[in-house]
């Protein structure tokens, strides 16, 4: 039949057994760096330099564009601008930007040209520091959000 085990054998069995179950090691908290303390006290407060405005002062901002370009303008650089700054004030408020081609030539080239602004303008907020949930909305779109938020057009100067 089995031979029994010898009681060597059982405590090396049983020293084995705990250090495999880590009953051996002591169990350390991690303690939490400085800086991530710190982030986290600062969640949802407004930077300290933030100008005090209201939505109605920076909603609507026109960020326009030469014609049939997808490339800011200078002058709609300034306006993303004051509007991330805004933003980054303000971080729990959405951004809706209504896109608009040049509404002359090909339909499809009108549609990917306001797509091409669209996102120029998204990548132009999120350069300036702004981290607004951001909504593209094609050509002629109706603006879908229901609460405050701040509404750009995307559009270029025409003829």
Same mark, same amino acid.
């Given at each position: ?39 986290r006290a ?32 200078? =002058?709609? $650089?300034?306006?993303?601008?004051? /509007? *991330?700054?805004? +933003?980054?004030?303000?971080?729990? @408020?959405?951004? #809706? ?10 339909p499809d ?23 607004? =949930?951001? $909504?593209?909305?094609?050509?002629? /779109? *109706?603006?879908? +959000?229901?609460?405050?938020h701040l @509404?750009?057009? #995307? ?5």
């Amino acid at each position: 039949m089995f031979a029994r085990p010898t009681p060597q054998a059982l405590l090396i069995g049983l020293v084995c057994a705990m250090a495999l179950s880590g009953c051996v090691t002591p169990r350390v908290k991690p303690v939490t760096s400085a800086a991530v303390v710190e982030a986290r006290a600062k969640v949802g407060q407004k930077p300290s330099a933030c100008p005090a405005g209201e939505l109605k002062e920076v909603s609507p901002t026109l960020a326009s564009f030469g014609f049939d370009e997808a490339t800011l303008s200078e =002058v709609g $650089h300034e306006r993303l601008g004051q /509007a *991330a700054a805004w +933003l980054i004030c303000h971080p729990g @408020v959405e951004v #809706a930007v209504l896109t608009r081609g040049e509404e002359r030539g090909h339909p499809d080239r009108d549609k990917e040209l306001a797509g091409l602004r669209g996102q120029a303008v998204v990548t132009e907020l999120r350069a300036l520091g702004a981290q607004s =949930v951001v $909504h593209i909305l094609p050509p002629g /779109a *109706a603006d879908p +959000l229901q609460g405050p938020h701040l @509404v750009i057009q #995307a559009a270029g100067r025409g003829w």
